[in-house]
């Protein structure tokens, strides 16, 4: 393997690239999107070179490893690393910035000091945001945590719409809160570890036996936190508020990819350091996980504003994340693994064609349109068919994470499982009936002349379709590099899939 | 060398997926028959406005190539011997997630070919037909693009070898129905009836969710070929649910009751997708479904009787239901219905049935897809009248589509020698079978609905095209375009002659027996020459009554009151209403409710000690005043300042 700091560099090309925006000459300051935009193509493709050497087969959990003592008192490390889970949620996050990007073009309309600020935000979000998926050490991981609030305390409170501040402070509060509650859990694991120099490293704190109380309480505390991240019933209701207030490419960060943290937390750390107490807790967290799968689809379906109703999906959707973390079988926790990603590529496409209408009609009420298959014919088709990613419609991404979210959780929990499936007919009523009420019935007259998606536009949708439509068909390459990592993480637990009732005995193998 | 015999104790599973081996030759190249159609969706739907000029007759082109290749394929599945004929061609690792493997493969057997060839030949009709129907629809390439859409996915659906496959196709081809039922969504009502299509679909698509979900417990694998092999060891109460969760999703794609109720709606679509997708495949997706499991519901009594007890009730229900439709769509609806009815009886009856429900879907695939395009023809030449109290006498004016009509209807009815007889008559015999009550109720069903549907069909056709003029004034019925013409006259000689072909000569019996089985001969409780004789002087009064009421007498242009059962079979039965009064209301209250606990209660009650102290108003004055911002802020502040000033003393 070359030594080369890949992920250290992938992490500070946005930073460079953000405080090059942010400071740029006034007499070049029109060009800051271009900039910002430049620096976020040059990180995924420097992601995209790290990927591909990335070796699924390797014994290490973590790899592209590097490791510098930091603050050696208290036993903190600057180590970064990534297993198969942390490197499709970077490749996604770094996918998705340009495409953000691109879709905030008119944001923030004149360019100057404002502007520049807004991008910057945005790239200083991703380097965070790499941070947090690539630290192999806790408490650096949680210094990624914390600090991804104050990009997005900015861009919603000072950017967003009317109740930006009310949203902002509540995201603040939510997120404090459950950080504060982690940071306890953090110190007295430190504690209760090896300590040292490095006692903060995950690989010296994996298979460590804790006091049954201690652990436990631990596993609450770093729960709790990713809980309110992911978000999950009934911590969840900062997140309608930050959606809809925050500028549609702000809240595509937040939800599709800052939101995984919680559910990348709940495998990276409450499996693999505390497996008694995950076991422990794994049937109230599949209660939990059940309630928010229907409890946010019915929510959605009330809705009346677009970008609350897609908030609500995802409440819906993280809740079979999080069943099928919980469920431990190697389906479906690798399908939830899948589903972080997939999810993250269509609540993209949700949020950004959304934000297309509401830039042309001026408003986010879903009663205010009607007839706008009519008025702009490929926005309402890429809407259906983002809709349909969102439904989990088989030949579509989110259908074979979903599937193998509820077909991994069937293999233990049958009566969850089968409660989580009627979440598929919710979605249905809930992405249909927003179709149906925005796109359906006769042309209104008074959106006449409304331009149809224009060539930027197109740009921003394009490589979403392209992920629905791959990993739709073709997921083997994403979960050949999941499937290691989770396999891993479940030995950590301790735990085998259950073993078919009565074998199929079939010719099958030999077919095959 | 994968011919291994299974050994099983009944005939029937003598063959089954268990003697699959690999495809070779032209089989190879089945993936082509899916991939066709569907490149020519993507280039109509993603290539925009460029393709507006060659779109439609591209689709048109690449359904017909399809065909081509399905019946190379068919015509090599013939060369072979019997025990050859089921053949698997593997095509790349789909889903391989830790425990779960999942290859995505083909299954081509007698059973695929037959659908295949159907498909893709009533398809391609179709779209011929429709290059003239649709030929002033300003968004005809989208409709090209849906139906080559469909016609990929309906493909995906029977060449699946693992249930997850072609739980796939399911879905494609609801998506796709879903898109034409609502492609004049700028009519409410349209986007409606596609919206409840999608709807009920995802009912059964629950079902079957769960039933794969259970065989991959039960089984570890959701191939077919894995599941048939585990069936012998299971359990009877994990078959009978899976039996009753595939089932459920056969029901709501193939609209029997009790979800029967999005296909009178679905009529919204234009015509040429009723008659493809609403009557002659994709509704009989589920009598598929139960076909292809059959090593699955035979180890399951229970589930059989309820797909009997289904198909049952559906087919009388759909029959009443065309008894008092006035809309010419909407009775075949009811009587597409009807006929799936008996499929699905047919289907849950057995080895005996088997063979039969899948004659009948092919027979039932033409008469009734040529009937569909000649209502859409009547439609053409009538200002898109679909009331038939306004036609009559229609066939001196359209003298093809009344004679390709007549043959249609005289194959539903069941008179000899059309193909309709030998597929119905054969399932009203083999209902007759049995021991007990069963051959007496179901036997009977069948019967009665035999009887009725020669009433409705008569009714249909004598009110359109027999008896006398009751054209609006500005109605100048004229016959349609040789585009339209062509394909009816080509369906209506399959409905002539499809079944002497198939039935007398057994060819479809020895056909399907790789997949099937043999069906073991049984004696119905009536003897046959009794039972055929009954069947048909019931038909021929059922002819009688409707010559009375609708051709010998004038017929009333607007409705009369109707009988109580008459006002209700209008309703539907009422369908509609017991749907909202037992879901949708009761949904709609949820919901409503739900949002204001969220807002007033969870987010009151986390949001939380604040509101204890000062009350919602308070706490939102807290916040927007800036103390408790400043407060986190400070908090956040105060993190980063800590680890800062630990980092620079180290």
Known sequence: MSSFPWLTTIGLIPLVGALVVAFLPASLADRARQIALGFSLVALLFTVAAALQFNAGSSQQFQFSEQHPWIEQFGVSYAVGVDGIALVLIVMAAVLVPVCLLAAWHDVPDSGRRQQTYFALMLVLETFMIGVFAATDVFLFYVFFEAMLIPVYFLIGSYGGPRRQYAAVKFLLYSLLGGLVMLVAVIALYQAGPGGPQGFLVDKLTGITFDQNAGRLMFVGFFFAFAVKAPMWPVHTWLPDAATEAKPATAVLLVGVLDKVGTYGMIRFCLQMFPEASTWATPAIIVLAVVSVLYGALLAIGQTDIMRLIAYTSVSHFGFIVLGIFAMTSAGTAGSALYMVNHGFTTAALFLVAAMLIRRRGSKRIPDYGGWQRVTPVIAGVFLISGMSALALPGLNSFISEFLVLVGTFQRYQVAAALATVGIILAALYILLMYQRMMTGPKPDSAAGTPDMSHREKWVVAPLIAAFLVLGFYPKPVLDVINPAVSRTLQYVGVTDPAPAHPGTAAEGAVK | ???????????????????????????????????????????????????????????????????????????????????????????????????????????????????????????????????????????????????????????????????????????????????????????????????????????????????????????????????????????????????????????????????????????????????????????TAGVYLVVRSHVIFEGTPTAQTFVVVAGAITLIFGAVVGCAKDDVKKVLAASTMSQIGYMMLAAGLGPVGYVFAIFHLLNHGFFKAGMFLGAGSVMHGMNDQVDMRRFGNLSGAMKITWFTFGIGWLSILGVPPFSGFFSKDKIIEAAFIGEGWRPWVFGGAALIGAAITAFYMSRLFFMTFQGEKRWPRDAHPHESPRRMTVPMIVLATGSAFLGLILGPTNAIASWLEPVTGRSPEGEPVIAVPVLMSLTLLLVAGGVALAWVQYWRDKVPVAAPAGSLLTRAARQDLYQDDVNEALLMRPGLHL?????????????????????????????VRRVQNGFVRSYALTMLAGVVVILGAVWVVQ
């Open chain 2, 591 to 619: 919901t409503r409710s739900l949002v204001f606990f969220d807002s007033r209660g969870v987010d009151g009650a986390v949001g939380g000690l604040a509101a204890l102290i000062g009350g919602t108003s308070a706490r």
């Open chain 2, 1 to 283: 060398m994968h011919l291994v015999q299974l050994s099983a104790s009944s005939a029937v599973r003598l063959a089954g997926a268990g003697a699959a081996q690999p495809a070779s030759g032209v089989t190879s190249l089945a993936w082509l028959l899916v991939v066709l159609p569907l490149l020519g969706a993507a280039i109509l739907l993603f290539g925009g406005r460029r393709t507006n000029r060659f779109g439609p007759a591209l689709a048109t082109v690449l359904s017909w190539a399809s065909f081509g290749i399905g019946a190379v394929i068919f015509l090599a599945m013939l060369g072979r011997s019997a025990d050859q004929r089921v053949e698997v061609l593997s095509l790349y690792s789909w889903i391989p997630a830790g425990g779960f493997q999942l290859e995505a493969g083909m299954l081509v057997d007698p059973l695929s070919m037959a659908f295949v060839l159907l498909v893709t030949f009533v398809g391609s009709l179709i779209l011929v037909y429709s290059l003239a129907y649709m030929e002033h629809d300003p968004d005809r390439r989208r409709f090209f693009g849906f139906l080559n859409l469909f016609v990929a996915s309906m493909l995906l659906l029977v060449l699946a070898d693992s249930y997850l496959l072609l739980y796939v196709g399911w879905e494609g081809v609801g998506l796709a129905s879903y898109l034409l039922i609502g492609f004049w969504n700028q009519i409410p009502a349209n986007a409606s009836a596609a919206n409840k299509a999608f709807v009920a679909n995802r009912v059964g698509d629950f079902g079957m969710s769960v039933a794969i979900m259970l065989m991959f417990a039960t089984f570890g694998t959701v191939t077919f070929a894995g599941v048939d092999a585990g069936v012998a060891g299971a359990n009877q109460g994990t078959l009978t649910a899976i039996g009753l969760l595939l089932l459920l999703g056969a029901c709501s794609k193939s609209a029997q009751f009790p979800l029967q109720s999005w296909l009178g709606d679905a009529m919204a679509g234009p015509t040429p997708v009723s008659a493809l997708i609403h009557a002659a495949t994709m509704v």
